[in-house]
């Protein structure tokens, strides 16, 4: 997703009209804290809590959106949506303070399964003079505008798939993923291509294949997401065998976990 044209134009004619006029410094923000960073709706959760604090020195504006998130084509696909609404829509923050966002589910998620959410936050941008470093004289400053992406899962009744000590849950409800993969070539290019045929999302990460007894990374910390029913496409080096199974962490589990080629 882009900036909508509107905006962008309204940015770019601003660093025009600023250029025309002097000195103009470049700032980019990025001090917002948000937490929990896997925040999930539970079947009999009406709501969930995301906490956003301000760790810079100055007054953050954040504009809150929740999409509905799908994969096809081996890519991230966000649509607009009803389901989930986070409140408030707006937040401004002042330096060293938290602003808690209400994810207020409007429908039920269907029996036994797994909905996909993203919410994107936008820092908006702002113009300030600033002092110029050496002379205290003042400076137009662009914020550049920051955009955080948080993935929110819900879940309908009889499924579930965080680990959570203060729920009771019935064990028979767990979700797991189903993954297997397959090397492909494309334009002369190699890629590995993991699918999903599980009932909940696999985050996969720290994910290695062994060739001659020696792990090879394939990628260090987060290799992305596949959500149920889908596959995503990761380019890997040409000499990875397509007969090696892969090791990845999937949904933050403490083993490693070895996924077979595809048959």
């Known amino acids: 997703m882009c900036l909508p044209s509107q905006r962008l134009c309204a940015l770019r004619c601003a660093v025009l009209v600023m250029l025309m006029l002097g000195t103009v410094m470049a700032q980019a923000a990025g001090s917002v804290l948000i937490w929990p960073i896997d925040p999930v709706l539970e079947a009999d959760q009406q709501a969930s809590a995301l906490w956003l604090e301000n760790r810079g020195t100055e007054t953050a504006i954040l504009q809150i959106r929740v999409f509905a998130w799908s994969q096809s084509g081996f890519n991230d696909q966000y649509q607009s949506q009803r389901d989930v609404i986070g409140s408030p829509p707006v937040a401004k923050i002042e330096p060293g303070q ?10 039920d998620v269907p029996p036994g399964q797994e909905l996909a959410y993203r919410i994107i936050i936008d820092e908006i941008p702002s113009i300030a003079p600033v002092a110029t470093p050496g002379n205290g004289k003042a400076a137009a400053a662009i914020r550049f505008q920051m ?17 959570d000590s203060t729920r009771s849950r019935d064990s028979k409800g767990i979700g797991k993923a189903d993954l297997s993969w397959d090397k492909v070539t494309v334009a002369g290019r190699s890629y590995v291509e993991i699918r999903n045929q599980g009932a909940v999302h696999a985050r ?23 959500l149920p029913g889908a596959v995503m496409r ?3 080096p040409d000499a990875v065998s397509a007969d090696q199974p892969l090791q990845v962490r999937v949904n933050g589990a403490t083993q490693l976990q070895s996924i077979a080629p595809q048959r």
Do not use: H
Request: hydrophobic share 40%; proline share 8%.
């Open 234 to 236: 990761w380019p890997v």
């Open 204 to 226: 996969l990460t720290d994910a290695t294949f062994k060739q001659g007894g020696q792990p090879k990374p394939l990628a260090e910390g987060l290799l992305g997401y596949v």
């Open 98 to 107: 938290k602003q808690l966002v209400r994810l207020t589910r409007i429908r």
């Open 147 to 163: 955009r955080y992406s948080v993935p929110l899962f819900a879940y309908g009744v009889g499924l579930w798939s965080k680990e």
